[in-house]
């Protein structure tokens, strides 16, 4: 009997080899989509953003006028703080507790069930064996951010509006947030000889960062300076729809580092005492690397409302400063005038000011004792050889001593370019069904199917 | 001849697991690692494959050293009590290992009938029984391209019957010129199939060659012994 021949299309794909890095992807997906903690992570999204999505859109409803109270104006009505910010939290709180244990399983997975035995053999480099399982990570992220991506469906649907560079700024810190807990998660799992091991040394490194955070915020100087760069930090700026370049460098830095140490470590045949060299030279290249990077200035503000900037009359006029301006700030660390002075003006005149230097002087960390002491308050700006005195901590005081300090005219309000906010009164109709029904029944549903096909 | 080690040591804090190992593996040949439990054999073989660190010594071909990063040209090793890509089938698994390993797809099918694995096809590794993974871990192993295979206890796991015929597979591959190392603790099924023998008791090299010279070595030490079995040898010798 004559064999039924194949199309030849298809006996020319047959014979076409696939490259062993493909063949690598394929075996981590399948890795991904059999392991529980992918699943429970997927399941664990619809609920989490369903509570702050349905939340936020409430709050947001409320200060739009619903049920007679008074409509907002400005900055509160912005869908990226009032509701993406929120929102997406659910991504931060799922990428601290979840991911790491997803990213763990995988890479930890293969050490304890003797397989990296087997594919260290292939003679693949162990970066190339851990980028594949990286990238099966990252992929199983975005799976996971399909909640909040849905959440955008339902916004749409009730009638809000979409700004899509703050939102593509939002989803993207989130997915190098991702990033960074992956490389942690992937570093720790090679390091650790068991996973459990990996999971503590992982949540004890996100720990440091929340404390190097909490130091920052007391101690001021370099602790502030280094908690800017922290993933919290990181996230933070990218809800206000800013996208800074030494933010993104260290980030990508600080995760081929954690890729970097885990290849370092996957390599079983290396010596130890050679692979901690290794490490250490690794660490020091991340060191130096880092340090470029905070010299780096550029940055985006992205968001609809121009948080993050100046009026553009502003900034165009401010652009007229060729001088370095010093600022100096007689306010303690945890003093609320300090942040607001911070968020408000300074960090927008960073932007537009390359030549800025801001040095902050207290002898406290509150700040509460010192508010008696002669000159505690006051912040002083120095622009060439004049220098002026203001206590304001205002966007508008703060540009009203510069302009007069350069002996700049004030530019004239844009009445129509200021942004007036997206009020949107509505109810989150269909998102508890969409968050607790059907999304963990396609999980639910999903995982079963696929279980019934690999078992 | 394929390859020679020479001086290989290992330590484990103060335990000496391969003391100045040295032996040579003929192209072709089924050479036995002969050794009783913590001998030293696994640790042996991690090494030479280049999973795990030794403190000194060397794998020299063609009268070149190989180093740790090239051991993958000429061998290929399958541990024991490995579960690999448990959650996935043993058909998947067999064509990644021909797909991620360039192995031979011209020995699939061989190789899925010497093993009996043919019912096993559908099923993921980890539901398998220790003896079915045995087999799966040995077809791995032959189907990898690497000129001599090291197989960590081949006939663990398995029945008599079982043994015997994959004994008979291992030699098939052999003849066709793949070199095999094979670790074994069990002597009797280490004389049905090796060629020639490394003996390996505490770390350290007892003997080397066929029953014949071996014997011949037992009885240089012990004239008044009888060496007709590879069991009295490897008791004299070690």
């Known amino acids: ?63 739009s006028g619903l049920n007679g109270t008074a409509a907002g104006v400005g900055e509160a009505l912005s869908p990226l703080i009032g509701v993406w910010a929120p929102t997406f939290s659910a991504c931060e709180l799922a990428a601290v507790f979840l991911l790491p244990f997803v990213a763990i399983r995988l890479v930890g997975g293969d050490r304890q069930n003797g397989t990296l035995k ?14 594949a399982k990286t990238m099966v990570v990252l992929a199983g992220w975005l799976v996971a951010m399909l909640p909040p991506l849905s959440a955008i469906l339902l916004w749409r649907g009730y009638g809000g509006s979409v700004y899509a560079p703050e939102l593509a700024t939002l989803i993207s810190g989130h ?46 100087g370099w602790w502030e300076h280094a908690a800017g760069y922290t993933p919290a930090a990181l996230v933070a700026e990218f809800q206000h729809g800013l996208v800074r370049l030494d933010s993104i460098l260290i980030a990508i830095v600080l995760i081929v580092t954690g890729l970097g140490l885990a290849a370092v470590w996957m390599r079983l045949g290396t010596p130890s005492h050679r692979r901690l060299y290794e490490s ?50 007689h306010l303690a660390p945890e003093d609320p005038r300090r942040l607001d002075l911070e968020h408000r003006a300074l960090s927008k005149l960073r932007r537009i000011l390359p030549n800025l230097h801001v040095t902050y002087v207290s002898a406290t960390s509150i700040g509460l004792f010192e508010q008696t002491s002669a000159g505690y308050g006051e912040i002083w700006y120095r622009l060439g050889n004049r220098k002026a005195m ?15 300090l350069a002996g700049i005219n004030p530019p004239k309000e844009d009445e129509a370019a200021v942004y007036r906010g997206r009020p949107l009164a509505v109810e989150p109709r269909g998102a508890g069904a969409v968050f607790f029904g059907f999304w963990p029944g396609v999980v639910v549903i999903g995982a079963i199917l696929v279980r019934r096909r690999f078992q | 001849m394929l390859f020679e080690v020479q001086g290989l040591s290992k330590r484990f804090g103060e335990i000496a697991a391969l003391s100045d190992v040295s032996f040579h593996v003929r192209a072709g040949e089924v050479l036995g690692l002969i050794g009783p439990n913590g001998a030293g054999k696994s640790t042996l073989f991690e090494c030479l494959a280049g999973v795990l ?9 063609h009268g070149q050293s190989i180093g740790t990063a090239e051991r993958p040209s000429i061998l290929f090793y399958v541990p024991d009590s490995i579960a690999p890509w448990a959650a ?20 699939r099918e061989e190789v899925v009938a010497q093993l009996d694995l043919g019912d096993l096809l559908r099923r993921p590794i980890g539901a398998l029984s220790k003896g079915q993974l045995k087999r799966v871990l040995l077809a791995i192993g032959l189907l990898t391209r690497q000129p001599a295979l090291l197989i960590d206890e081949p006939f663990d796991g398995l029945d008599l019957r079982q043994t015997r015929e994959v004994a008979a597979g291992l030699r098939a591959h052999a003849a066709r010129g793949r070199t095999l190392f094979l670790s074994i603790h069990q002597i009797g099924d280490a004389a049905r199939i090796c060629d020639r023998f490394v003996l390996l008791s505490n770390g350290r090299v007892r003997g080397e060659g066929t029953l014949p010279e071996l014997a011949a070595q037992a009885a240089a030490r012990d004239a008044a012994g009888s060496f007709a079995s590879l069991e009295e040898v490897f008791l004299a010798l070690t």
């Not at chain 1, 130096?288 to 905070?294: K, N, V, Y």
Request: overall charge neutral; proline content about 4%; aromatic content about 10%.
């Open chain 1, 1 to 63: 009997m004559r064999r039924a021949r194949s199309p030849a299309w298809k006996r020319c794909f047959l014979r076409s080899p696939k490259p062993a890095f493909l063949w690598l992807l394929e075996k981590e997906w399948r890795e991904l989509v059999v392991s529980r903690a992918w699943w429970v992570l997927l399941l664990a999204m619809g609920p989490l953003v369903g509570v702050s999505f349905m939340s936020a859109v409430r709050t947001y409803a409320e200060v």
């Open chain 2, 88 to 107: 996935q089938s043993l058909r998947w698994a067999l064509d990644y290992t021909i797909g991620f390993f360039s192995g031979r797809p011209e020995l």
């Open chain 1, 390 to 404: 203001s206590r304001a901590t205002t966007e508008e005081g703060v540009l009203e001593v510069i302009y007069s």
């Open chain 1, 280 to 329: 250490m030279g690794v660490a020091a290249l991340s060191a130096s690397a880092i340090f470029g990077c905070t010299l780096v200035r550029g940055s985006w503000d992205t968001s609809e409302s121009r948080s993050n900037s100046f009026p553009v009359a502003d900034e165009r006029a401010l652009g007229q400063i060729h001088e370095p301006l010093r600022v100096e700030v």
């Open chain 2, 53 to 61: 660190p030794c403190d000194s010594g060397a794998v020299r071909a």
């Open chain 1, 175 to 220: 997915v190098l947030n991702a990033g960074l807990t992956i490389a942690l998660g992937a570093a720790m799992a090679s390091v650790a000889e068991h996973p459990s091991t990996a999971a503590i040394l992982t949540l004890s490194v996100t720990v440091g960062t929340w404390i190097l955070d909490f130091v920052g915020a007391i101690q001021g």
């Open chain 1, 118 to 131: 087997l594919e260290l053999q292939q003679g693949m480099s162990a970066f190339g064996l851990i980028a």
